[in-house]
């Protein structure tokens, strides 16, 4: 004896973006704050330390912005001309900045006139960073050349000139105190070691190198250049892991997310692709509104800061956590009143009686259950579930078709009830899923109170719109045929194969037209 | 030796007439079926003795009243059997003469029975006649007294019921009530209005009488019960009326005492009516199909629904479900074919409504039902209901492919379904469903079978009536956080020249598919879907299209409408052979090269049995059984079979299963009936124990106190021993006389049994070795070679085939070899 089986609801697989868990994450962003400075951003970098405050260098000024602040709570200006690139140390106490003049300035976080300058690059420099012994300083220049700098007496430790084209982008290593990279415009990407006179590898890019980022276990790097991102094993002497082309303009910043599983990348194209460090796919992405400079992301991915050519500075906030507190308003029975003497196991003396597990039933499926086919259609007609869940309502109304009375169900309302079944019928009749069950609905419900029309000016409106709905489709379906064919003809006059193509196109595009017959 | 053709599988025949229940105990259940009585277990559901004898079909059981342990049967064949069920042999056999249609054995008719046959002379009119039986020496008796009791009665065992003492006989034919008085041979007539006013319809459609008050319960076509009360007055009689049921009462059954009556019907609702005043009522909805027949048990505590599918529901007395008997599932209709599950061998095909049986063929049982469609499938007459129709395995078995279809002609709500075998949970589960996967109707499903290699994926085609065929492959999610790893979507849409495509098939290697469009076969590359070949045999469309295999996979086999059977070479694209057959079925053994094709012509069906290499078949049998044969299929023996006789090497590694359209599961075998019959199902448990009962837990204490006393007062110690001592005066008391050597040789054995012997040790020595060899009586067959052909007894009445050997039955040799023991037991005593 089998027990009662519920109705069956067709789910149907949604159309367009996919859900998965990062586009939840990634979109969990408040509005963005929108900030002008003076000139194109071209820098944005975050103090590794709290609160987090971040360096934003546009035009000839580096302002400090907090958290949530939207003026500057610090600014530097000593410049004469563009500053580029301003960097925070480890601890967050010191900033270095490259400038247009050649000059490097290395500023106090709590002072205001720059504690050293390191004067040797002869044109713009627009890479400044620290090693991460804190102590060095390294810098590349629109010279060709990448200098190392000795911070406490302000010299010029060495001066390699390698590249043969200006040196834009660079990183140093987290894990080697004496390992930097630099990108240059010559479509190289150089790794050198402090303690050599030269680099130690060179990789080819292939285009202008605009950004580079090492990964934090050293063992992988990103180049990004012309329109490609590129992933390098530098463990395996700068071997291609991955190349990607997502873009279509060229690619000019990178970075990665707190936990290292995500990639950000910003493009001229106005996008923010981010993809999985896995699976190196795009797993979300961001537009803006114009093209985008410089990029940055808070520790645990709180504010997404991105700088672009027009000067505006662009800061999303994420949004706070908002689950925990209506849980703990709503207090439920704890975890142990559902496990209470589940674990008990039997003893051998012990009589079991078993209980049979009680099956929850919707109340529409309850109705059914009972053959009590009017109820059932009332049931799912009421308006959550009418109106959030029409595939419910059509999953009922195609159940009593089967059963054969739906005739009797929808017959005997009241002129409230039959605006209510119209105004339903009327607007889900056009998509595709339900037009089958709901174009039978409409024929009967047509039929059933065809002598009655003219008597309520509501229902009557109804079945005009109903008309005009059906109307409307059969005009769109045509054209889609329409344009079809023509497509059909392109097809056949490129395609050298014969008529199979053709057939497969024809099936996969061709939707049903909906049956002439019925007309409000 | 010989190959039978058209024998009935056992216990898979599907009962054709509605079998009767009746339980004799509450342990066991007897049910008329086919040409044979069954008995039950009912707490264990199993086949305990199949009791054959009557040559056609048996329409009706009954207890004997005055001996419990006995049973009579009728048949068509017009004689009644009278049985001892216990042990399945047949006491008595009155013939009759002319067909009997149903058999009553009221406890007040001390000699006769009451059966129904046709009148002669008239067509469709039939009458209840009291048959005295003789009570005569011999085991064949005629029994040609007749006494017609009531003349025009209805031909079915439901339209006839005796009232309470056998005071009364009530017959009802369509709006006709009739009761006869026996005691003052007074015939009442009552009938009903044939006017069908409000949708009511007042045929009759059975009768039951109540055990203790003269109170009759009617069941009639459109759902109501009527009880007739006061009938002895030709005027005054009242009848009063329960209405729940929609459609047609099929059966009703009071219980013993009479408080309760259970009605059932095709809502396959079993409904309990306890006072006719109140209509207080109980429901056991949802028993899975159409109520056929009711029977309630001698002491009331269990009931039984026998339901149209072949299947037997033991209900208890408080209306719950307790167990069911089921065999091979009969549906309505087989649509899906028969197919064989490569991981279990079972057949697969339509079982339940919306399931699939898995039916074992070793065991006769239902191995498990898969639910398909998954909606509630409502009992009524003119429903569009959905069905499966079209099934397919992949090679290994690890895919299942169902698809379903509504009835509606116009618009069916087609689904495709792919269902993946977990190992974890040991069933199919659902991977993908495809709603409208064909816009009209699906007449073709096959996989690619890719034994060899695992990398190739899996390939589904389907073929429709709307004139394309679509390829179906197996996609890998590459996404490692994907719910699913795996999921099928369309991969190639095809057709030609806008014909019907009717039939699929992938050649062994699974390099070329075959697609069937109306009279055309096109052949197309299974990687890059291109159209390589046509074959064309006008006129007719084509029915059936198969590749040959192994050494024959470069031919295709063909079936035309138009009756051609033709064979083309794929090499050479020709034809290389045709034949003028009308085949029906066609079939390939998975094993071997044979191709089965089953033929039907002129009310009768032929089997021709052919390699594609030959024009010449291997093996022919014509007229292999009066009905159109459907469906067939080859399964897999376990291990291949010893077959003497070249005509029959084609069975050697499967074994070739029909279909009729009677729904009738047959099968070609070279051994007869009763060897193919298990072990198990010959050995009746007789030893089981009684019910414990507050009565007799009272009367074994009794009884256990009695026997001490008997040993505290030293009397008859002795005989007690011997009875416990000697199992082989106990086995000659049990076995049926019939089967016993000569008088002369057991003589012997008995007085040995008698004889007290000086070491009690040795006889039960014996004792233990007797039993030993009584339990396995199977595995020294051989050696009784040698006492066979010492004993040439005839005991065949079956028709014995294979090698001819005589052989003895069991408890023939059981019996010899208890001859040996104790003689050398004996004279070693000495």
Known sequence: ?520 | AGVRGGLRVPGGARAPSPAVTTFPLCRYLLCASGDFVKVYSVSTEETLRLMGGHADLVTGIQLNPHNHMQLYSCSLDGSIKLWDFMDGIPIKTFTVGSRLLALYTPASAEDSVFVVIPKKGERDTFQLVSVKLTKGAGQDLEARELSVVLDGVGASMKHIAFGREGAYVVSVKEVNLQVYFFKRKQLNRFSLSTMKTKGGDNHFSCVVCHPTEDCIATGHADGKIRLWRNFHHRKEYTYSTLHWHHDIVMDLAFSVEGTRLLSGGVESVLVQWHNESSCQKDFLPRLGSPIESISVSSDGALCCTLHTDNRITIINSNLRFSRSIQGLIKSRDVKTGLVVDPRTKALVLNGEPGHLQFYCLQSDQQLFSLDIVQRQYIHQAGLKQSDLVKVAFSARGTWLATVEESEEVTDPELQLKLWFYSEETQSFELNTRINTPHDNHITDMCFRDMDEVEDDPLILVTTGRDCVFKVWVMVEDTDPEAHQSVSWSCDFVGSYHNYQATNCCFSEDGSLLAVSFEETVTLWDSVTWDLKCTFCHPPGNIRNICFGRLTCSKYLIGATDYGFLCCWNLLTCALEWSAHLNIVVLQPDPLSEHIAAVSWLSKESSLFVFKPNEPRPVYVQRNLCKEKILLAAFVPRDEPETISSEKYLWLRRSQLFFLTDTQELMTLSTKSLEERLTPSSKQLAVEESPLVTPFSLLLGKHRHQQSKEDTDLGKLVVHNKHEQASPAVKELLHTPAHVLPSASFLCTIFINSLLISKENKSAEEVADEVEMESEKPEDDSEEEGDVAEMEQEDTSHMELLGEVTCKLSKSQEKELRKIRKTDYSWISAF
């Not at chain 1, 105190?177 to 990789?203: E, P």
Request: charged share 25%; aromatic share 10%.
């Open chain 1, 1 to 520: 004896m089998a027990a009662y089986k519920p109705v069956v609801v067709q789910a149907c697989p949604k159309l367009g973006e996919k859900i998965t868990q990062d586009t939840l994450y990634w979109r969990g962003y408040k509005t963005p704050v929108q900030i002008k400075e003076f000139g194109a951003v071209n820098k944005i970098d975050f103090s590794p330390v709290p609160p987090y405050n971040y360096a934003v260098t546009a035009s000839s000024r580096i302002h400090i912005y907090g958290r949530y602040s939207q003026e500057p709570i610090k600014t530097f200006s000593r410049f004469r001309d563009a500053a580029y690139g301003a960097t925070y140390r480890d601890d967050g106490r010191l900033l270095v900045a490259g400038s247009e003049d050649g000059n490097i300035r290395l500023f106090d976080i709590s002072g205001r006139a720059p504690l050293r300058q390191f004067e040797g690059h002869t044109k713009p420099v627009h890479l400044v960073g620290f090693l991460s012994d804190k102590y060095r300083i390294f810098s590349g220049g629109d010279d060709y050349s990448a200098n190392l700098w000795d911070i406490p007496s302000a010299t010029e430790i060495i001066s390699y000139s390698e590249h043969a084209d200006y040196v834009r982008c660079g990183c140093a290593s987290k894990l080697n105190a004496d390992v930097f990279i630099t990108g240059s415009y010559d479509h190289t990407v150089k790794l050198f070691d402090a303690r050599t006179k030269s680099s130690v590898m060179t990789i080819e890019h292939g285009h202008p190198v605009e950004s580079v980022l090492l990964f934090p276990s050293g063992g992988l790097l990103v180049s990004a250049g012309g329109r490609y991102v590129k992933v390098w094993d530098v463990l395996k002497g700068g071997q291609l892991l991955v190349s990607l082309k997502n873009h279509h303009k060229t690619v000019t910043c990178l970075c990665l997310n707190s936990s290292g599983q995500r990639l950000l990348s910003g493009s001229l194209d106005r996008h923010v692709k981010i993809y999985s460090t896995t699976s190196y796919k795009v797993v979300h992405s961001f537009n803006y509104a114009t093209s985008i400079l410089s990029l940055a992301l808070s520790p645990e991915d709180e504010t997404i800061v991105v700088g672009m050519t027009n000067g505006v500075l662009n800061v999303k906030h994420r949004k706070p956590e908002e689950g925990n507190e209506k849980s703990q308003k709503k207090r439920q029975p704890a975890y142990r009143t559902y496990v209470k003497g589940r674990t008990y196991m039997p003893k051998q003396e012990d009589f079991c009686v078993s209980k049979p597990v009680k099956r929850v039933l919707r109340k529409y499926d309850k109705l059914l259950r009972s053959f009590q086919s009017s109820k059932a259609l009332d049931a799912v007609l009421e308006p959550p579930i009418m109106v959030h869940t029409p595939e419910v309502t059509v999953a009922v109304m195609q159940e009593l078709h089967r059963r054969g009375t739906l005739r009797s169900a929808l017959a005997g309302r009241d002129e409230k009830q039959v605006n209510l079944l119209l105004t339903f019928v009327a607007r889900r009749v056009i998509e595709p899923r339900f037009t089958p069950v709901l174009v039978t609905v409409a024929d009967m419900i047509t039929d059933i109170y065809q002598p009655v029309v003219g008597q309520s000016a509501i229902v009557d409106k109804q079945f005009l719109k109903l008309r005009e709905a059906i109307g409307k489709e059969i005009d769109y379906q045509e054209e889609l045929l329409e344009v079809l064919g023509m497509m059909d003809t392109l097809f056949a006059t490129f395609t050298k194969k014969r008529d199979t193509y053709l057939e497969e196109n024809k099936s996969n595009d061709l939707t049903e037209i909906i049956e002439t017959d019925m007309n409000g």
